[in-house]
C-alpha cells in the first residue's frame, strides 16, 4: 500500500504564508525509491479542473512551477524523511483550493496523468 497524507492547510488572511507537508508511506517510498519519484502538488477549487501548482523529481533542484504562483510558492523535499513541502507566500484569494500530493514517474511532471499515487487533499482557504 501507497500512502501520502497531506497535511498545513487552513485560513489565512491575503499576503500571508503556510506551509503544506506531505508525508509519503509504504515500500514504494523507502529510501532512494522516494529519492527518485516525482512528487507534485495540484489543486482544485470549486467548479475548476484540477490544476498544476509546483513538482520536484529530486532533491538537487528540478523544480517546476504553474504561471500563476511561480515567485510566490515553493516545493522542496527530505528524502530522508518522505516528505515533500509546498511553501506559500504572498497568499491570494484565488489560491483558494484543496490542495492534492501526488507521486509518479512519468512524464512531463506538470500533466495529471503523469502520477500514480494521490492524498486526499488540504483545504487551503485564503480570505480577502
Known amino acids: 500500500q501507497v500512502q501520502l497524507v497531506e497535511s498545513g492547510g487552513g485560513l489565512v488572511q491575503a499576503g500571508g504564508s503556510l506551509r503544506l507537508s506531505c508525508a509519503a508511506s509504504g515500500r514504494t517510498f523507502s529510501g532512494r525509491t522516494f529519492s527518485s519519484t516525482a512528487m507534485g502538488w495540484f489543486r482544485q477549487a470549486p467548479g475548476k479542473e484540477r490544476e498544476f501548482v509546483a513538482a520536484?523529481?529530486?532533491?538537487?533542484?528540478?523544480?517546476y512551477y504553474g504561471d500563476s504562483v511561480k515567485g510566490r510558492f515553493t516545493i522542496s523535499r527530505d528524502n530522508a524523511k518522505n516528505t515533500v513541502y509546498l511553501q506559500m507566500n504572498s497568499l491570494k484569494p484565488e489560491d483558494t483550493a484543496v490542495y492534492y500530493c501526488a507521486a509518479g514517474w512519468k512524464l512531463p511532471p506538470h500533466i495529471k496523468g503523469s502520477y500514480d499515487y494521490w492524498g486526499q487533499g488540504t483545504q487551503v482557504t485564503v480570505s480577502p
Open positions: 520536484t523529481r529530486s532533491s538537487g533542484g528540478s523544480t
